[in-house]
C-alpha cells in the first residue's frame, strides 16, 4: 500500500466482509453500519476521507441513453449509495462508469466519450499513483482491468460500441457520444480470477493488511505494467479456459480484434 499523504485509493467494497476486517482490526463499529464502515475506511488513509474514492456506476444508459449524475442510484453496493447521498464528495460525469471522489476530476467531456480511455477516472487515479483497496470484495470487481486493456490497444475478445445520448447535471442536459469496449453478446468471456490473484500474489503486487486477509492493496501503476506486459505477450493471457475455448478461434489465435457484426445484430 502507498501511504503518500496525497495518494487516492479507490475502494471496492463488500460491507459483511469488510465489517470482519474491522473487527479483525480492533475496529469497533456502532449500530450504524455504513457510517462506521466509513469511518473504518477513513482509518485505513489515516484520517483523510479526501483520499478515497468510490465507484458510482450505474448502468441505466445502455437502455434510456440519459445519465442523470444527481439522481441516477449507484447499483454496485448499497455502501457506496450511502456515501453518493450522505458525504461530501463529487460525482464524474461519464456515464456507466462514474466514480464519487473529494474533488471535482475536471474529466474531459468533449469528442467521444471513453469511461476506460486517457481521460479517465482511471487515467487519473494512475497518474496520481493511486491504489485499488479491496474491503471485504474479491479481484473479480476490479473495474480497473478494462482501463489497462484499453491502454494495451483494446482487447481482442471484446468490441467497442457506441452510446450516444444525454447527460443531466443541475438541470442541464448536454449531448454526449459515449463509445467503449463491451463484452460479446451470447458466449462465454470471463478472467481466470483464482490464476490472477495467485500471481499478483506471487509478484508482490498485490498486498495484505497485516490484520486481515478481507483487505488487500493493488498499485495501480504497478498492475499496469505488469497485465500491460502480459497482454504484449500474449492478447489472451487474462482469461479462463473456457473463454479461451471460444477467443483463441475468434482471434485467429490472438492475431485479430473480433467486431461487433459477428456477435449482434446492427
Not at 475536471?106 to 483497496?133: C, Y
Request: glycine share 8%; hydrophobic share 40%.
Amino acid at each position: 500500500m502507498n501511504d503518500a499523504l496525497d495518494k487516492p485509493l479507490f475502494v471496492h467494497s463488500g460491507i459483511r466482509r469488510s465489517l470482519n476486517a474491522a473487527a479483525a482490526c480492533g475496529f469497533s463499529i456502532s449500530s450504524n453500519i455504513k457510517e462506521g464502515l466509513f469511518e473504518f475506511l477513513t482509518s485505513l488513509v489515516g484520517g483523510q476521507p479526501e483520499r478515497l474514492m468510490f465507484p458510482a456506476f450505474n448502468y441505466d444508459y445502455g437502455r434510456n441513453r440519459c445519465f442523470n449524475v444527481d439522481e441516477d442510484a449507484v447499483q454496485v453496493g448499497s455502501f457506496p449509495e450511502f456515501v453518493r447521498t450522505s458525504k461530501p464528495y463529487t460525482r464524474s460525469t461519464t456515464p456507466f462508469f462514474s466514480v464519487l471522489s473529494s474533488r471535482d476530476l475536471d474529466l474531459d467531456s468533449s469528442g467521444v466519450l471513453n469511461p476506460f480511455g486517457a481521460k479517465s477516472a482511471f487515467q487519473k487515479l494512475k497518474d496520481a499513483d493511486g491504489t485499488l483497496l479491496f474491503a471485504g470484495a474479491g479481484l473479480l470487481s476490479i473495474t480497473y482491468i478494462h482501463y489497462i486493456e484499453e491502454m494495451s490497444g483494446g482487447p481482442l475478445y471484446r468490441y467497442d460500441k457506441r452510446f450516444p445520448g444525454k447527460i443531466v447535471k443541475a438541470g442541464s442536459e448536454l449531448s454526449c457520444d459515449l463509445s467503449m469496449h463491451v463484452r460479446p453478446l451470447g458466449v462465454h468471456m470471463d478472467y481466470d480470477w483464482p490464476r490472477l490473484f495467485a500471481e499478483l500474489k506471487q509478484q508482490g503486487i498485490l498486498k495484505f493488511h497485516k490484520a486481515s486477509a478481507e483487505l488487500f492493496f493493488i498499485n495501480t501503476v504497478e498492475l499496469l505494467e505488469f497485465w500491460g506486459n502480459k497482454l504484449a505477450d500474449d492478447p489472451l493471457s487474462l482469461l479462463d479456459e473456457e473463454s479461451l475455448a471460444h477467443f483463441k478461434g475468434a482471434t485467429n489465435n490472438g492475431t485479430r480484434r473480433v467486431c461487433i457484426e459477428e456477435y449482434e445484430n446492427v
